[in-house]
């Protein structure tokens, strides 16, 4: 048997890979493209005449991951993936705008298989999903492969993190079976507890301000965002309505999501429909375009010219934010990720013969040279790389003499799974990928004690006692709680009035030209640095105008 590994889009993101098995089909290499980023072109890739593409495997719905599914549709290779990416795809595939036409688009639905519990692709190759985190519905894939009378297995992780994503399970190095091989999504992010904890307090104290909150980013991180906002103000007694609109409503409802406080609006004519002063309103995409037509390009636009809204963009890409507006304007880069040190945990724990390092470039690719018990693959290629042949594991050409006896001297490239996995793996329990019933807000991320401590109305006296679990909905408040909420909206709106009729200071018009308006000020303002965005109030003055 043969088993090699081919960079898909080395030259882009690095997160797409062919796996070649050959010796399992007579006369015909095996052959599985693992997720199709920007840049895969099969075509390209699959040269022998022998070389079919068997089956593609995605892991999860985010665009650098699906993007070229559509070109890479061959030789009737069904698209595996988890059951709950399934349900969704055909709502990203729109939201993204990433095919051409009707007939592409319903050309790759057509190949979607859901994936649950083992799968055979062919005689003597199996795949099954694993719980991988990072965003709703993802997961990675395990790979098991028959080998005469050993069993070899490949998991590659996709983007993974340990925590839970909106409910669904992080990953757990603790699997029942060996990991031979490795596929490692290395993108990391560090402090993300830190980020994801400041955004989430950041909506929380500007809604309870009084202000009309509009928070843009993409569908699966506004549902997942609108998880942890909808179990807290459960959890604390708050009276905190988030709406989901558009597109991150269509994915709350087809992932039978049910939130406290949490409604969904996919669709909506006016846009005050959807926003109210002391309401999170959360739509995309990650940033609004002025006069644009998607759903948070219209939301902003009602909301920009007036100086008691709040603008929070939740990015995860390289688009720049908006900068500028009447209303208060933040943005927070999100981007759900293990730190690195989580990444060298999961290695050290899985042990596998081969670490092939994807979804990473340059020093970040580099640190993991080395770095471990294992035979590590860091290239930024196309060729085909073996990782098994006829004599057994194989290592890379580059590799010490001093890392060629470490790997050896653990006992990994002897080391097998044993006769249970094929037939009889029935036992053996592997982690579900179903989504949790109970709710932690600790495992997903939110570090709930600065939560408790930035938020004065998130405190421990207000907290339920009764464990939560994500069908416990309020459908009726009491009088009492009726009672309290509308004298939290009263709060609000004194606040808000204060606000408004705060201290205003004169400015002078210097100049307009090129839709730019260049105003100076004479009072030096409290508080105010340079670079902050600061408010403007646009009225008519007489004495001002005569001065």
Partial sequence: ?????????????????????????????????????????????????????????????????????????????????????????????????????????????????????????VDGLRVRPVPVGHTPAATGILLSIEDGNKHRTILTTGDFTLRRAAGYPGFEPDLPVDVDVLLLNAASSEDIETTLTATVSQLIKRALAGSTVLATTSGLTGVHLAYLLGHLAHQYDLYLPVTLVGHAGTLADQLGYDIPAVSTQTEFTDPNAVLDSGTITIAGPEVPTPGGTKSADRLFSAIEDDPGATLIQVLSGTDSPVRTASCTVHDAFLSNHPSRESIDTVVDQLMPVHVVVMHQAGPEADRYKDKFASYVWVTDDQTRH???????????????????????????TTRRIGEVLPDGDTNLLFPSTDRYSEVDLTAEGLDVETLTQSVPQLTEDSQEEAPETAADTSTHMTQENEASALQQVFDRLD???????????????????DGVTILRVDTELPAVDVGDTVGVVSETDTETDEN
């Fill in 386 to 412: 073996t990782l098994l042949d006829e004599h057994g594991w194989t290592p890379p050409p580059w590799v010490s003499a001093m890392t060629r006896k470490r790997v050896e001297s653990s006992g990994r």
């Fill in 495 to 513: 606040q808000l009035e204060n606000t408004l009729q705060a201290s205003r200071y004169p400015a002078r018009v210097l100049d307009v030209h």
């Fill in 1 to 121: 048997m043969h088993i090699s590994y081919q960079h898909a889009n080395p030259f882009h993101g690095r997160e797409s890979v062919v796996v070649r098995i050959e010796g399992l089909l007579p006369d015909q290499t095996v052959c599985l493209l693992i997720d199709a980023g920007e840049g895969v072109d099969v075509d390209t890739l699959l040269e022998g005449d022998d070389e079919y593409l068997t089956a593609i495997c995605l892991t999860h719905a985010h665009l650098d991951h699906y993007t070229t599914l559509a070109e890479n549709l061959r030789d009737a290779a069904p698209i595996y993936t988890a059951p709950d990416t399934a349900s969704i795809l055909a709502d990203v595939i729109d939201a993204g705008e990433g095919f051409s036409d009707p007939q592409t688009r319903e050309a790759v639905l057509d190949r979607v298989t859901p994936l649950e519990g083992w799968t055979t692709i």
